[in-house]
C-alpha cells in the first residue's frame, strides 16, 4: 500500500497530493515527510542519481518531466515490495501532462516571470494579473478531475501486479508439484525392482535345499 502520491515542480510547489492514511496525511505537511527530504537531499543537493530514495524508513521513487520541471514521487514503507510503482509513475506522468499540457506551459512560465515583468504588468485588471502569479493558481480547480483518473491507474497497475504474482505463483506451484511426482514415481519403481529382486532372491534360495533333500538314484 502506497503512502503518499505527489506531484509538484522542483522548485517546490505542490500541484496534486495524495495521501492514503491519516498519519500520512499528516506526514506529508510536515518538513519531515519523505517527499521534502527527497527534494532537498536527492534533487537539490543532488546526493543521489538514481530514481530511488530512502529515509526514516520510507522508500520514495520518483521519475522526472524535464521540459516542464516536473516532479512525480510515490512513497511507501520501505518493507514493502511494490513491482508496481515504476509502471505507476510512467502511466501518471504520461497521463498528467497529455491532459494539462496547456495548463502546465503556462504555469511553468509564469514561474520563470521576474519580478520585474510582475510589476511592469501593473496596468491589468486584477484577474488577469493573479493569473500571472503562481500563487494565486487554483490547483483544485483545475485538476478537478485528476482523482478519478489516478483512483483507475492505480487500480489497473495494482490489479497487473497482483495477476502476475499469482501467476508465478501457480508457475512454481506446479513445478513442485511436477518435482514431487517424479520423485514419487522414481521411488516407486525402486521399491518394485527391490519387490522383485527379494522374489528372485527367495527363490534361489530354497531350490538347493529341496534337491538336498531329494533321494540320490544308486
Not at 522508500?59 to 522526472?64: A, G, S
Not at 511494490?82 to 512560465?109: C, G
Not at 501593473?122 to 503562481?134: F, L, R, V
Request: hydrophobic share 35%; proline share 3%.
Amino acid at each position: 500500500m502506497l503512502d503518499n502520491c505527489t506531484i509538484s515542480h522542483k522548485g517546490g510547489v505542490v500541484l496534486w497530493s495524495r495521501s492514503f492514511t491519516p498519519a500520512a496525511a499528516t506526514l506529508a505537511q510536515s518538513t519531515a515527510s519523505p517527499v521534502n527530504n527527497l527534494i532537498r537531499e536527492a534533487l537539490i543537493e543532488g546526493r543521489t542519481d538514481d530514481d530511488r530514495y530512502e529515509k526514516d524508513g520510507y522508500t520514495v521513487r520518483w521519475t522526472l518531466a524535464n521540459d516542464l520541471e516536473l516532479i512525480f514521487v510515490v512513497a511507501y514503507q520501505r518493507i514493502l515490495q511494490l513491482t508496481y510503482v515504476e509502471e505507476l509513475l510512467s502511466k501518471l506522468k504520461t497521463l498528467f501532462i497529455k491532459k494539462y499540457h496547456d495548463f502546465l506551459i503556462a504555469f511553468v512560465a509564469s514561474l520563470h516571470a521576474s519580478t520585474t515583468a510582475v510589476l511592469q504588468s501593473s496596468n491589468k485588471s486584477p484577474t488577469e494579473h493573479n493569473t500571472n502569479n503562481p500563487s494565486f493558481w487554483d490547483f483544485t480547480t483545475v485538476f478537478e478531475g485528476w482523482d478519478k483518473i489516478f483512483d483507475k491507474i492505480l487500480r489497473d497497475v495494482e490489479q497487473a501486479a497482483n495477476k502476475e504474482r499469482r501467476g508465478r505463483l501457480r508457475q512454481i506451484s506446479g513445478t513442485t508439484t511436477s518435482t514431487s511426482t517424479g520423485i514419487g514415481i522414481g521411488i516407486g519403481h525402486q521399491q518394485e525392482d527391490e519387490s522383485h529382486e527379494r522374489a528372485s532372491g527367495a527363490s534361489g534360495e530354497t531350490t538347493p535345499a529341496l534337491d538336498a533333500a531329494s533321494p540320490v538314484d544308486g
